[in-house]
């Protein structure tokens, strides 16, 4: 891969990749973070990208299901209605990757470059699509920090149950 086109393909963070809730965002720059790391490392020598790819699979994988449980245990706990919708989503996508490290660790043909621009598409995709149906939701039971940001934090979760169980009946 020629770096130009490497370089055309790392993602910069942008305020639009924003969900507003400052943990969230976090995960969400690191996540591009780590498709950024596996960009860097796509230089066309396939038993380099090999070890590279088996180096660092498995923290980023192990990173990926912090941040969707993350994101699913707010919604659980707050009845977000789009939770079992949005996991089903997580749920795939790890899936899919668990499966293309099975192919892998077969000795099949392995391309990181393509595997890195799947990581990025359906990362991308599912923030402005799929996590920002999620983001008014949230921002209702956030508080706002010192710092200025939007954190939903253990009290903010318990104040919504308390509420919810004062509600029904
Ligand atoms: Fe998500
Ligand atoms: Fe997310």
């Not at 990926?64 to 989503?89: A, C, P, Q, W």
């Not at 920090?145 to 939903?152: A, N, P, R």
Request: with cysteine; glycine share 2%.
């Amino acid at each position: 891969m020629a770096n130009a086109d490497r370089k055309s393909d790392l993602v910069t963070w942008s305020p639009t990749f924003s969900v507003g809730i400052k943990l969230i965002d976090e995960q969400h720059r690191e996540l591009l973070n780590l498709t950024n790391d596996l960009f860097n490392h796509c230089i066309g020598d396939e038993a380099a990208e090999r070890a590279y790819f088996e180096k660092v699979i498995h923290e980023a994988v192990s990173y990926v299901k912090i941040h969707f449980s993350t994101e699913e245990k707010i919604m659980r706990k707050t009845n977000f209605s789009g939770y079992l919708d949005h996991k089903r989503e997580h749920d795939t996508f790890v899936l899919t990757v668990v499966e293309q490290i099975r192919t892998f660790n077969e000795g099949k043909k392995f391309n990181l470059t393509v595997f890195t621009k799947f990581l990025k598409n359906w990362i991308l995709t599912h923030i402005a699509l799929k996590d920002k149906q999620y983001f008014e939701h949230f921002k209702r039971i956030a508080t706002r920090k010192q710092d200025g940001k939007l954190s939903i934090t253990r009290e903010d979760l318990n104040r919504y149950s308390a509420v919810r169980n004062r509600q029904s009946p």
